[in-house]
């Protein structure tokens, strides 16, 4: 079973900046998804951003323009950094890999990291 090992995170005033990495512990293949969730106080987990196929990501509306994926497919690595970061971004930010993508089949994350804390605040 492959593992995500998760580090940065930490406390950041508004404005801040701050970067996540995660590491595969095995080979992740190029045709699953490597991505960031996050988990805020008193909100469902969703996801943040995702690295996919070819270069594609993806981002959610509220972190456009402010966080960026980075993938290296040769390390089985991903990273996310995260600027002019708000309040509203604390949360604890979980990365993970889904199943094999098939055109036409559901994406399923399968895999999670034990989760990274993020504060902002003054």
């Known amino acids: 079973q492959v593992r995500l090992v998760e580090s940065g995170g930490g406390l950041v005033h508004p404005g801040g900046s701050l970067r996540l990495s995660c590491a595969a512990s095995?080979?992740?293949?190029?045709?699953?998804?490597m991505g960031w969730h996050r988990q805020t106080p008193g909100h469902t987990r969703e996801l943040v951003a995702a690295?996919?196929?070819?270069?594609?990501?993806y981002y959610t509306d509220s972190v456009k323009g402010r966080f960026t994926i980075s993938r290296d497919s040769t390390k089985n690595t991903v990273s996310l950094v995260m600027n002019s970061l708000k309040p509203g971004d604390t949360g604890v930010y979980y990365c993970?890999?889904?199943?094999?993508?098939?055109?036409?089949?559901?994406?399923?994350?399968?895999?999670w990291g034990q989760g990274a804390q993020v504060t902002v605040s003054s």
């Open positions: 095995g080979t992740i293949a190029i045709t699953q998804t």
């Open positions: 993970a890999v889904t199943r094999p993508i098939i055109a036409g089949s559901d994406v399923v994350w399968e895999l």
């Open positions: 690295a996919g196929m070819g270069g594609a990501t």
